[in-house]
């Protein structure tokens, strides 16, 4: 607390590494609360969960375990009632489902699909649906998206035990799937969309998903690294070419032609960011 009682308002926060994937819990009883995936070179990297001490107006690191290879992307359980078991969910080589507790945090569930094979194709991405948290997807190099579902199985020591499944796999693009997102249209459970290296975005249903639709594909066929949906219409969504210095803001219900192009930027676009609160405001990030 400042000398006039008033709150910080920069908090900061100086991780042991390069840090490259970051998630807030939405939990309401752990408010302030962050994960921070490391960047380093190596097959050994971590995880730490950062939390706000509000007597010290610190962030504090509240635990640390070890992480196979860094995290393309790590994601608290998007649970905004606190209903649902205390889970984060990282990809990498595999999709990992861990359980937090006080002082420890384990491993639930490693979701592999390559059970015939000693090939392992890196996840690029993956989402957790809002509407419904027992569905996860998945982006691969390997051109695939898989949809996991997850389930609570018997009670053990008065621990449920998470566990996963394949729902489905498909092919999703000519080339690597680069990022995947859910949408909020329809109810929020089944439609989502996928971005790759072949330059399209795709949406799918997981209701029929003999057919997709491309929505958007650049002209020059560069890949397309990122897709946001807009949090409050769930007709836009944003996405980005790799080295590409503007963002492309699309409607579904006309594909093919962007709404718009903002073309602000002076250096490649490397994060697009929706506003929570309003469908008109959206925050880009570059070099």
Not at 101 to 108: A, D, P, S, V
Not at 158 to 165: I, M
Not at 185 to 204: I, L, T
Not at 229 to 244: R, S, V
């Amino acid at each position: 607390m400042s000398l006039h009682g008033k709150r910080k308002e920069i908090y900061k926060y100086e991780a042991p590494w390069t840090v490259y994937a970051m998630n807030w819990s939405v939990r309401p009883d752990k408010r302030f609360r962050l994960a921070l995936g490391s960047f380093v070179e190596e097959y050994n990297n971590k995880v730490q969960l950062v939390g706000l001490d509000e007597e010290s107006s610190e962030f504090i690191c509240r635990n640390t375990f070890d992480h196979p290879y860094p995290t393309t992307k790590l994601m608290w359980i998007p649970d905004t009632k606190g209903v649902y078991p205390d889970l984060l969910a990282t990809s990498g080589d595999y999709l990992r489902v861990w359980r937090v507790g006080e002082t420890e945090t384990r491993l639930e569930c490693l979701l592999n699909n390559n059970k015939n094979s000693d090939f392992c194709a890196p996840l690029t991405s993956f989402d957790w649906n809002e509407v419904d948290p027992n569905l996860l997807g998945t982006s691969s190099i390997d051109t695939t998206c898989t949809i996991w579902g997850l389930e609570t199985g018997q009670v053990l020591g008065r621990v449920n035990l998470v566990s996963g499944h394949v729902k489905t796999q498909l092919i999703a693009h000519d080339k690597e799937v680069y990022d995947i997102a859910f949408s909020r249209a329809g109810g929020g459970r089944d439609m989502f969309a996928s971005v790759g290296a072949d330059g399209s975005v795709r949406m799918f249903d997981l209701r029929h998903l003999e057919h997709s639709t491309i929505i958007y594909e650049d002209p020059q066929h560069h890949p397309l690294l990122r897709l946001c949906w807009n949090k409050q219409d769930p007709n836009y969504l944003a996405t980005m070419a790799m080295d590409g210095m503007e963002v492309v803001i699309l409607d579904v219900r006309v594909p093919c032609t962007p709404v718009a192009r903002l073309n602000n930027h002076r250096a490649c676009v490397n994060g697009i960011a929706w506003a929570p609160h309003s469908s008109c405001h959206i925050c880009t990030a570059g070099k």
